[in-house]
C-alpha cells in the first residue's frame, strides 16, 4: 500500500480506462493539490507523418482523462464523474520525437459539478502546448453504472 493515496487511486483509475492503456498514459504525480500524466511520444499518435507532430486527438484524450482523474485529489472517496464541458485551446504543436505532461487541478467542487483548469506541456509548465477547463459531473459515491470501472478503481477499498 502507497504512503500516498491520492496517487494510489489516480493509477486505479487511470489503470481502468482501456484507451489510457493502448495511449501508455501513466500518473506522473498525484497530490492533493493536482494531477500529471505523460503521455509518452509514439508513432502511433503522430498526427502529421512529414512532421511527427503529435495529433490534437492525443493531446485532447490526455487533457480530458488528467482533468477527470484530477477529481480523485479532492474527493473523499471514489465517484464516477463524467465530462459535462471540456474546452481545451491550443497554443502551439507538441514537438515531435518528446513526451507531454497534462496537469491538471480542481478548483471550485460543489454538490453537482466539480470545475477543473490545466495545461499540457512538454518540457517547461511556463510554455505551455494547450490550456483546457472542464466540469465534471458528480453523481455521487453510489451511482448506478460504471459499477466495474468504480470496483477496479476502488480496488475493493
Known amino acids: ?17 482501456r484507451h489510457c492503456q493502448v495511449l501508455g498514459l501513466g500518473v506522473h504525480e498525484a497530490t492533493p493539490r493536482g494531477l500529471t500524466l505523460r503521455l509518452p ?9 512529414e512532421t511527427g507532430v503529435i495529433h490534437g486527438g492525443a493531446i485532447t484524450t490526455l ?12 474527493l473523499p472517496e471514489f465517484e464516477i464523474c463524467p ?9 502551439r504543436p507538441a514537438e515531435p520525437h518528446r513526451d507531454v505532461y ?8 460543489t454538490e453537482n459539478v466539480i470545475f477543473t483548469r490545466g495545461y499540457a ?6 510554455e505551455p502546448i494547450a490550456h483546457v477547463v472542464g466540469a ?10 460504471g459499477s466495474e470501472l468504480k470496483s ?3 480496488g475493493g477499498v
Do not use: H, W
Not at 41 to 49: E, M, V
Not at 63 to 74: A, E, L, P, Q, R
Not at 121 to 126: E, F, I, L
Open 41 to 49: 511520444y509514439s508513432a502511433q499518435i503522430i498526427g502529421n507523418p
Open 63 to 74: 487533457m480530458d482523462t488528467t482533468c477527470g482523474i484530477s477529481t480523485v485529489c479532492v
Open 121 to 126: 506541456y512538454q518540457d517547461d509548465p511556463a
Open 102 to 109: 497534462g496537469f491538471a487541478e480542481c478548483f471550485r467542487v
Open 152 to 154: 477496479n478503481i476502488q
Open 83 to 91: 465530462t459535462l464541458d471540456l474546452r481545451i485551446d491550443y497554443m
Open 1 to 17: 500500500m502507497s504512503d500516498n493515496p491520492v496517487l494510489e487511486r489516480a493509477q486505479r483509475f487511470l489503470a481502468a480506462l
Open 136 to 145: 465534471f459531473m458528480r453523481m455521487g459515491k453510489g451511482a448506478q453504472g
